[in-house]
């Protein structure tokens, strides 16, 4: 449901929130978290972004508020600041799926 009544600053958050989301890159950052929590190294591991251009998206996702960081010793743990966070991408993921199911339907029946 949404709020009241939309303001000209809550219209500015909420368009710097589908910012975060614009990029693949932070996109992909969001997926590989969406298991667990993991170190800047293990996302380097699993995406294959470099380090400081990783630590540039998470910094920006942090700042967004999608993702959260705690320290531990001398590492720095992300992940998802909530669970629906990607509530958005899997209704996106899900409407592509059904876009795609009956394009591929109509292709065929030519």
């Given amino acids: 449901m949404p709020p009241a009544r939309m303001?000209?600053?809550?219209?500015?958050?909420?368009?710097?929130?589908f910012k975060a989301f614009a990029e693949p890159t932070r996109l992909h950052i969001l997926y590989e978290l969406r298991r667990r929590e993991r170190t800047v190294s293990e996302l380097v591991a699993a995406t294959g972004i470099g380090q400081a251009n990783l630590s540039k998206h998470l910094g920006q996702l942090h700042s967004a508020g999608l993702v959260g960081r705690r320290k531990d010793g001398l590492y720095v743990y992300y992940a998802l600041a909530d669970r629906d966070?990607?509530?958005?991408?899997?209704?996106?993921?899900d409407r592509l799926s059904k876009e795609s199911n009956t394009l591929r339907k109509a292709l065929s029946a030519r």
């Avoid at 303001?7 to 929130?17: I, N, Q």
């Avoid at 966070?85 to 993921?93: A, G, S, Y």
């Fill in 85 to 93: 966070v990607l509530k958005l991408c899997d209704v996106m993921c």
């Fill in 7 to 17: 303001t000209p600053e809550l219209f500015d958050v909420v368009a710097e929130r």
